[in-house]
């Protein structure tokens, strides 16, 4: 079956625009997650949606950054008056649930999306 | 004090070595326990879960401490192929990534 999808899977924007990065989790997986990853670093945890819960968004870096999850599926983040530093891999992952049980909480990732703010 | 940590190495091994990772968590809480896999410019991959039991896949086996609050991945017979960065990943509220080890097998 389909994988997570990501689009676009590179974005160059100009510092100060605003950008829009797209999610497909797997069908029928509840959980979906946003991270980042700079070139040689660990992921960072951004923000994490499950079912109709309210969304974790503890490791959103600041105002400028935002998510949403329309109709449980799809996922944008947004990054609005983007800056240099902004500059990452965005990967996008779902698991089944997050609950408890290993198996479950699997995540699978999407390709990401390389952001690069000149 | 970062939730996961783990030696960012990089580990230099031949082919046919036993090489080993180490990864400690802060929070005792924490449930579950995985390695996951990233080659170069890809995404992560799982691995292999991580049981208090300790568990085994082929060549691949991890072990769980809860009382030292560390998990390790032993790497059997090493391959080319298995040259890669690890992931030490724990899931207390949320998940936590390691910054990964890095490996690289050399013929």
């Known amino acids: 079956g389909a994988g997570v999808s990501q689009s676009p899977s590179n974005k160059v924007t100009e510092k100060g625009k605003d950008v829009e990065l797209r999610c497909d989790p797997i069908?029928?997986?509840?959980?979906l997650y946003w991270y980042r990853q700079s070139l040689g670093q660990g992921l960072e945890f951004l923000i994490y949606?499950?079912?109709?819960?309210?969304?974790?968004k503890s490791g959103l870096p600041s105002d400028r950054f935002s998510a949403e999850r329309t109709g449980g599926s799809v996922s944008t983040l947004t990054i609005q008056r983007t800056q240099q530093e902004d500059s990452a891999v965005y990967l996008c992952?779902?698991?089944?649930?997050?609950?408890?049980?290993?198996?479950?909480?699997?995540?699978?990732f999407g390709p990401g999306t390389r952001l690069t703010v000149l | 004090r970062k939730e996961v940590e783990q030696d960012p190495g990089p580990f230099n091994v031949p082919e046919g070595a036993t090489v080993a990772f180490n990864c400690t968590y802060s929070?005792?809480?924490?449930?579950?326990f995985f390695w996951y896999r990233q080659d170069c410019r890809k995404e992560p991959k799982l691995l292999m879960s991580?049981?208090?039991s300790g568990n085994e896949d082929g060549r691949f086996t991890a072990q769980l401490n809860r009382a030292s609050q560390y998990i390790s991945l032993l790497i059997r017979d090493s391959k080319l192929s298995d040259s890669a960065t690890y992931l030490c990943?724990?899931?207390?509220?949320?998940?936590?990534f390691g910054s990964g080890t890095k490996l690289n097998v050399k013929p």
């Open positions: 992952a779902s698991s089944l649930i997050a609950g408890t049980s290993g198996s479950y909480n699997e995540q699978f």
């Open positions: 069908s029928g997986h509840t959980a």
């Open positions: 949606f499950q079912g109709n819960s309210a969304p974790d």
């Open positions: 929070n005792s809480a924490s449930q579950s």
């Open positions: 991580v049981y208090s």
């Open positions: 990943v724990v899931k207390g509220s949320k998940f936590y």
